[in-house]
């Protein structure tokens, strides 16, 4: 059965620095989605992209963040001056339309 | 606004008993909600969702609209029920297709 993978699984940056993360959604997915889950809180939704292009982004989604489909398969993350407080598990999901959504392993990201 | 409020943090049953994890929600249009669960080590993972009203290993949530609750019951709790527990809407009016997700409840079946 197919899966959303992301990589890495763990990353490890020091604050200031740029990180992105990956994930490659399943194949005939159409809608890609962001979710963080900072430790001991909820799971947050951040962003969600469709036809190559943002289709909802939350508040925590600021300038900070982006997001791309630079081929036909993976997904990506940035942030883009990491800060102590984007310490957190990063979900990537996708859904074929707009029902349910498939979610990654996670990659746990620690800005020191 | 979404919300979604999971009142229990923990929850501890003995095999074989009943197991009611709660969920109440509050939102602004037309809410789609769902149950996910990740085991330990494992991804988030869809256990149901209210529209297609499916028992899944043996789980069932009924959608109470006047009490705005989408409580997950099974009668005969088992070990490897032992799982993190989210609650979690769309609002299908607003056209998004985000989860919101309550903070979870985390289901330990003492053998």
């Known amino acids: 059965e197919p899966e959303v993978t992301q990589t890495p699984s763990h990353q490890v940056t020091q604050m200031g620095q740029e990180v992105i993360l990956r994930c490659v959604p399943i194949?005939?997915?159409?809608?890609f989605y962001w979710y963080r889950q900072i430790l001991g809180q909820k799971v947050e939704f951040l962003v969600s992209f469709y036809n190559n292009e943002i289709s909802e982004k939350s508040e925590i989604f600021d300038d900070q963040f982006s997001v791309e489909r630079p081929d036909g398969s993976n997904f990506t993350l940035k942030i883009r001056s990491t800060k102590l407080e984007d310490s957190a598990m990063y979900f990537c999901?996708?859904?074929?339309?707009?029902?349910?959504?498939?979610f990654g392993p996670g990659t746990r990201l620690l800005v020191l | 606004a979404q919300r979604v409020t999971q009142p229990e943090k923990l929850l501890s049953v003995f095999k074989g008993a009943p197991v009611e994890l709660k969920c109440n929600y509050s939102y602004s249009g037309s809410p789609e909600l769902f149950w996910y669960v990740q085991y330990s080590r494992q991804r988030l993972q869809l256990l149901l969702r209210?529209?297609s009203r499916e028992s899944i290993k043996g789980f069932t949530a009924d959608l109470n609209k006047g009490e705005t609750s989408f409580h997950l019951k099974k009668p005969f709790a088992q070990e490897e029920d032992s799982a993190m527990y989210y609650c979690a809407l769309i609002d299908k009016g607003s056209g998004a297709n985000n989860l919101f997700f309550g903070t979870g409840t985390r289901l330990t079946v003492i053998p």
């Open positions: 999901a996708s859904s074929r339309l707009l029902e349910t959504q498939y």
């Open positions: 194949s005939n997915h159409l809608y």
């Open positions: 209210h529209i």
